[in-house]
């Protein structure tokens, strides 16, 4: 994962836990493979090293005045540094001594809780019941669909002691919920009158997976929503798939300003077990690289099978006394995670810091007062703050979430640096010179610092201006997001142009056979011709060669025509449909 001119391979290993510098990881991409103890030790050294960065965030400037040390790297330079600095120096997220394992603060939480309260709304009018289902699934109840264990087996955490004893029967951490579930909906489903049964749960799932970690993006324990349905139809279940995917859309581009691009995944990439899934890609401009954003996935009858979910045929004709037939239910399942708030900060953040939308801003307004010097009176000083806090009132009211910073010590420069670094979408001025013109002064936190940022508004239209602001910004992120992920998703219809595409950072969509044979080949030639052009290639790098990110619903107007061969130059195969493939986390 690099910027132009770095290594791929380099970079793509720097953003994780390790934080090691580059000239470490191509020593240590030298090597065969990595020692695993070395690892964790690099690993455990996490926690003292946020620590020591937190502690360095601030120092102190002759005469006392306290100094931010804001973002010290660049993001086109070093995306890996960039990162680890923007998430632990605007406080979105601390490291443990656990790795993998995160401490989300306050306002990381705070969009997690946006994106409840939003996705709650909308799933209750589906008829969707909030539930919970325990944290631990037995091993007989976890191995009874093999194909989906199968998907899931590496990165099983196992329970195998209670207190000082030895378990009989080892209990498995939820990698996810389906086996727990379905043994329930087993008992509960028992006649046609009790389709469909829609639940959701909030919690936490842990995939002991030993990649590299990437802090939200790729953790160990992740908090998701995992929503599990049952209805009596294909018709039926399908159409819930797409609501859901419909949802999901609405939250990244609404709510986190993230454009995705709907789709359906290949066979070969698609949930063990599943019959079908339905996804959402997103795009990371840093490094040209494709996210699977969300998934909602059409499991079919095959669950059913597993756990026997059956219900009678009420449309079947007997005679008095006969049994009707038992049918299948068809299941979905679907789920959302925090990996969401790592692609936000990836897309919106810049050098100076987080970007947050502000329709997920824990705070969307800073009000800073300026012009407040030492020979200042006091009553001259409280005049100036009651009339801040009259602008805070008024905010308030007109349902802002607003703050005001009246730390001592600090200078207005300090702090609007500070705030800026942590996002916060608006920033208010208001000073004596401002009071004498009835006006606040705003600096907008979406364009680049300077005079262009920078407005006024009367006191007596704040109520009106400010919210319209908040939204003209949040639209301002998605235009500006949706038009880069436009400009960076190319049609590609020849090999020879495939690998020169994905070098410039775009995801492509090709004509494809579907086949997942061919998939491999692409992937694997990708990958080699990277290695062609001088660049390493590491296989514990994420998918260094294109992988299928999904057949996207809205296919390119031409269609695919007779004769049109697949995108690999090995295939014999006609092309079917086109695919978009690209690099990956």
């Known amino acids: 994962m690099a910027a132009d001119g770095l290594d791929i391979k380099t970079d793509a290993l720097k953003l994780t836990d390790d934080a090691v510098s580059p000239a470490k990881i191509q020593s240590s991409a030298a090597s065969s493979k990595p020692d695993k103890k070395d690892k964790e030790r690099k690993d455990q050294k996490m926690a003292t090293k946020s620590k020591a960065n ?15 040390i804001g973002i010290t790297c660049k993001k086109s330079e070093d995306l890996s540094e960039w990162y680890q600095q923007v998430i632990l120096k605007g406080e979105m997220l601390e490291f443990t001594d656990i790795p993998g394992c995160y401490i989300y603060q306050p306002a990381s939480y705070r969009i997690w809780e946006f994106i409840q309260d939003f996705f709650n709304a909308r799933i209750r009018r589906m008829g969707v019941k909030n539930c919970y289902f325990p944290l631990f699934i037995s091993e007989a109840n976890l191995q009874r669909e093999k194909d989906h264990i199968e998907g899931f087996a590496a990165e099983v955490a196992w329970v195998t002691e209670g207190g000082r004893n030895k378990l009989e029967k080892r209990l498995a951490v939820r990698p996810t919920s389906e086996t727990a579930m379905y043994s329930f909906y087993s008992k509960k489903i028992r006649s046609h009158r009790d389709l469909p049964l829609k639940m959701n749960q909030w919690n936490n799932v842990v995939r002991w997976e030993f990649k590299h970690a990437v802090p939200f993006l790729r953790s160990r324990e992740f908090l998701w929503q995992e929503g599990h ?3 009596f139809s294909e018709e039926e279940a399908g159409k819930e798939v797409l609501e859901i995917l419909d949802h999901y859309a609405a939250i990244y581009e609404d709510l986190l300003a993230v454009p995705v691009v709907k789709g359906r995944k290949t066979v070969n990439e698609q949930f063990p077990g599943a019959h079908y899934t339905t996804t959402l890609e997103g795009y990371i401009p840093a490094v040209g690289r494709g996210i699977q ?19 009678e045929d009420p449309n079947q004709n007997v005679a008095e006394g006969e049994t009707r037939r038992k049918l299948h239910v068809w299941q979905n399942s679907w789920g959302f995670t925090t990996r969401s708030i790592g ?9 100076r810091g987080l970007v947050i939308p502000p329709r997920v801003a824990e705070v969307q307004v800073i009000i800073v007062p300026v012009g407040v010097t030492a020979k200042m009176a006091d009553a001259d000083k409280q005049k100036l703050y009651d009339q801040i806090d009259s602008i805070r009132r008024q905010l308030e009211d007109a349902h802002v979430r607003v703050e005001c910073d009246y730390r001592e010590g600090y200078s207005p420069g300090y702090k609007f640096n500070d705030w800026e670094m942590k ?35 009367p006191l007596t239209d704040i109520t009106k201006e400010i919210p319209l602001l908040l939204e003209t910004i949040q639209r301002d992120l998605f235009t500006r997001a949706s038009a880069e992920y436009a400009a960076h998703r190319k049609i590609v219809r020849e090999w020879r142009d495939f690998v020169p595409a994905l070098n410039e950072k775009n995801v492509l969509i090709v004509p494809h056979c579907a086949t997942a044979e061919c998939e491999e080949e692409i992937k694997k030639e990708s990958a080699g011709n990277v290695a062609a052009d001088g660049q390493e290639v ?34 014999e195969v006609g092309a079917k449909v086109w695919v978009m493939f690209g690099r990956s986390y």
Request: neutral net charge; aromatic residues 2%; contains cysteine.
């Open 343 to 351: 692609v936000m900060i990836l897309i919106h953040g810049d050098d």
């Open 423 to 457: 996002g916060v979408p608006l920033r208010i001025e208001f000073g004596p010179k401002d009071a004498e013109k009835g006006v606040v002064t705003t600096s907008r936190r979406d364009q680049p610092a300077g005079n262009d940022a920078k407005s006024t508004i």
């Open 229 to 231: 349905t049952a209805h």
């Open 293 to 311: 954003a969300a998934t909602s996935h059409c499991l079919g009858q095959h669950f059913a099978k597993m756990f026997d979910i059956t219900v």
């Open 54 to 68: 937190a502690q360095s965030q601030s120092s102190k400037k002759k005469g006392g005045e306290p100094e931010l």
């Open 538 to 571: 590491d296989a514990r790098a994420p998918s260094m060669g294109a992988k299928s990110l999904c057949i996207p619903a809205e296919q390119p107007e031409e269609g695919i025509e007779e004769g049109r061969r697949c995108i690999n130059p090995k295939c």
